[in-house]
């Protein structure tokens, strides 16, 4: 059997795994490694001395530069009842490997998730957790985390290691989270910020030095704190038009 995990949205690709593995013996290749095809090729030619299926999860297989050698070594395993191969890959699969993506091999995407399906696996993540939150709350975590599931999953945890109890807002200390995800342009966590009434001069000098201790747009920050001492434009003005790309045109 052939199982074909891909998409952008390793949180789930990763749960789905872990479902499809409990229970079975796994054999683990990840192709970054040198030994992996080693290991490969000789796992294929044993046989399983504790399990009458054999079971293998192949990591970043696409990325060993000589992934065609396997083409059919992989494909016929497809009918195969004594062995079952899982691929976990973040790409879609070469054109050589288009196979893995239609029948008999079973396949499955995990694309990135919006609207009101983020909110749905906020909610479904939440109520695994024993997390019990308003919606209002769940949104605010949508918001925040911009269809990011790892960073959800991250905030439901902290929810859930404090007693699954609600405090009625993000806790404070996600402050430097949420310039954090403003340095990566996200729009989403400047509201958040501005919700919480947080200083917009504070906002804008922690985010500079944090931008200029990565090296990144430094020059455009200085022009910014030049506009705002000008009283051209107010540190809030600034710090929209830096997660819109300066296209604002301040």
Same mark, same amino acid.
Request: aromatic letters at 14%.
């Given at each position: 059997?052939?199982?074909?995990?891909?998409?952008?949205?390793?949180?789930?690709?990763?749960?789905?795994?872990?479902?499809?593995?409990?229970?079975?013996?796994?054999?683990?290749?990840?192709?970054?490694?040198?030994?992996?095809?080693?290991?490969?090729?000789?796992?294929?030619?044993?046989?399983?001395?504790?399990?009458?299926?054999?079971?293998?999860?192949?990591?970043?297989?696409?990325?060993?530069?000589?992934?065609?050698?396997?083409?059919?070594?992989?494909?016929?395993?497809?009918?195969?009842?004594?062995?079952?191969?899982?691929?976990?890959?973040?790409?879609?699969?070469?054109?050589?490997?288009?196979?893995?993506?239609?029948?008999?091999?079973?396949?499955?995407?995990?694309?990135?998730?919006?609207?009101?399906?983020?909110?749905?696996?906020?909610?479904?993540?939440?109520?695994?957790?024993?997390?019990?939150?308003?919606?209002?709350?769940?949104?605010?975590?949508?918001?925040?985390?911009?269809?990011?599931?790892?960073?959800?999953?991250?905030?439901?945890?902290?929810?859930?290691?404090?007693? @699954? !109890?609600?405090?009625? &807002?993000? =806790?404070?200390? /996600? *402050?430097?989270?949420?310039?954090? #995800?403003?340095?990566?342009?996200?729009?989403?966590?400047?509201?958040?910020?501005?919700?919480?009434?947080?200083?917009?001069?504070?906002?804008?000098?922690?985010?500079?030095?944090?931008?200029?201790?990565?090296?990144?747009?430094?020059?455009?920050?200085?022009?910014?704190?030049?506009?705002?001492?000008? @009283? !051209?434009?107010?540190? &809030?003005? =600034?710090?929209? /038009? *830096?997660?819109?790309?300066?296209? #604002?045109?301040?």
């Amino acid at each position: 059997m052939i199982i074909f995990l891909y998409g952008p949205d390793s949180y789930r690709r990763r749960k789905k795994v872990k479902e499809l593995t409990n229970g079975h013996l796994v054999s683990q290749f990840d192709f970054v490694e040198e030994s992996a095809t080693g290991e490969f090729e000789k796992f294929m030619s044993s046989q399983s001395m504790f399990e009458s299926v054999k079971f293998a999860v192949l990591k970043n297989f696409f990325e060993y530069e000589d992934a065609v050698r396997f083409k059919d070594v992989i494909k016929n395993q497809i009918d195969s009842k004594s062995t079952t191969l899982l691929l976990n890959e973040t790409n879609e699969p070469p054109g050589e490997y288009e196979f893995l993506k239609t029948k008999p091999a079973l396949s499955q995407f995990f694309g990135g998730l919006r609207g009101e399906k983020f909110y749905d696996f906020i909610a479904k993540e939440a109520t695994e957790r024993g997390v019990a939150l308003p919606s209002g709350k769940l949104r605010e975590i949508a918001i925040v985390c911009a269809g990011n599931t790892w960073d959800a999953v991250n905030e439901l945890e902290k929810i859930h290691l404090s007693g @699954g !109890k609600y405090a009625g &807002e993000i =806790a404070r200390e /996600d *402050f430097f989270w949420l310039v954090s #995800a403003v340095s990566r342009g996200k729009l989403s966590a400047l509201e958040r910020l501005f919700l919480q009434k947080e200083d917009g001069g504070k906002i804008f000098n922690i985010l500079a030095a944090y931008m200029t201790k990565k090296g990144e747009r430094v020059t455009e920050f200085a022009d910014y704190d030049v506009a705002v001492k000008s @009283g !051209k434009l107010d540190y &809030e003005m =600034a710090l929209l /038009d *830096f997660c819109l790309g300066g296209k #604002a045109g301040f």
